[in-house]
């Protein structure tokens, strides 16, 4: 490495250009739980230099070879997460004007659903992908729209009772399974589909919609926290902020407003 006096042109372009792919790579898993596994693959790192430094033989050599095999095993268990960081490198940065209109459809189609309070849940992946939950249901191709949403949530249609993930202006999946929330005594006492929301969003980083069937009401359960009520004008304020700048907090409470109150919970075996 040249002294510090002596760095070309060259030598800071060099430096800039792994700065930025270092911080790209960081904005990749940040948000996911794949940046649990590369804070212990840091660790991991750490110890077998120090084992090399200190001439450890055996504990390098195990960790040398263990090294190997888990780096196979990492790329098998988080496949879903590296093709979705590759999509996410190639995507056009086009789509995001299709994707505006997406939300307004996913924003309008919870306003109907709400005001004849038919139940409905929705998950908008942003940075960690949900294919796992999206093998849970019946998988689709087809683009946002009112009208579909409509028919999907229908009461007595057959992917009613499950929720729906969205991944940019497409609907990919309907009837999935959501994890429920833990059972700490937040929100017990809500219905399934208000705990398959908060469940999905304490797991990953996706932007849940919900439509409560006894009251009408609309809301956004984020980072495990279920948000207040909405109007529809809040809604599409919240979805394009959560969605387009990608904030890690939940939506917050308006100013003066009391907590939700989870008298409107849905009953477990209506949910």
């Known amino acids: 490495m040249p002294p510090l006096g002596s760095l070309s042109a060259r030598d800071v372009l060099d430096i800039g250009l792994v700065t930025f792919l270092v911080y790209q790579g960081y ?16 660790v991991f790192a750490g110890v077998w ?36 960081a590759l999509e996410r490198v190639g995507r056009p940065r086009g789509r995001e004007a299709s994707g505006g209109a997406a939300l307004q459809d996913l924003a309008r189609a919870l ?19 949900l294919g796992e939950y999206a093998d849970t249901g019946v998988r689709l191709d087809a683009v946002v729209s009112v009208p579909f949403l409509e028919a999907l949530f229908a009461r007595n249609a057959p992917l009613h009772d499950g929720g ?5 202006p497409r609907v990919v999946a309907a009837g999935c399974l959501f994890p429920l929330q833990a059972g700490d005594g937040t929100y017990r006492r809500y219905g399934t589909r208000h705990r398959a929301a908060i469940g999905l ?61 989870p008298d409107d919970a849905l009953p477990p075996e209506r949910a």
Do not use: H
């Open 27 to 42: 904005m990749l898993v940040a948000g996911t739980r794949a940046v649990n596994v590369v804070r212990g693959i840091l």
């Open 49 to 84: 230099v120090a084992a090399q430094l200190l001439s450890l033989t055996t504990l390098s050599y195990l960790l040398g070879r263990a090294g190997t095999v888990g780096l196979f095993a990492l790329i098998v268990l988080f496949q879903p997460e590296l093709r979705g």
């Open 111 to 129: 306003e109907r659903l709400a005001e004849r309070k038919t139940g409905a849940l929705i998950a908008i992946e942003r940075r960690t992908p």
């Open 164 to 168: 729906v993930i969205v991944q940019g």
């Open 201 to 261: 969003s304490e797991l990953t980083d996706a932007v849940v919609l919900i439509a409560s069937e006894e009251r009408g009401s609309m809301r956004i359960a984020l980072g495990g926290r279920l948000g207040p009520d909405l109007n529809g004008n809040e809604l599409r304020e919240q979805l394009r902020t959560l969605v387009y700048d990608q904030p890690d907090s939940p939506p917050t409470r308006r100013k003066g407003e009391a907590p939700p109150e």
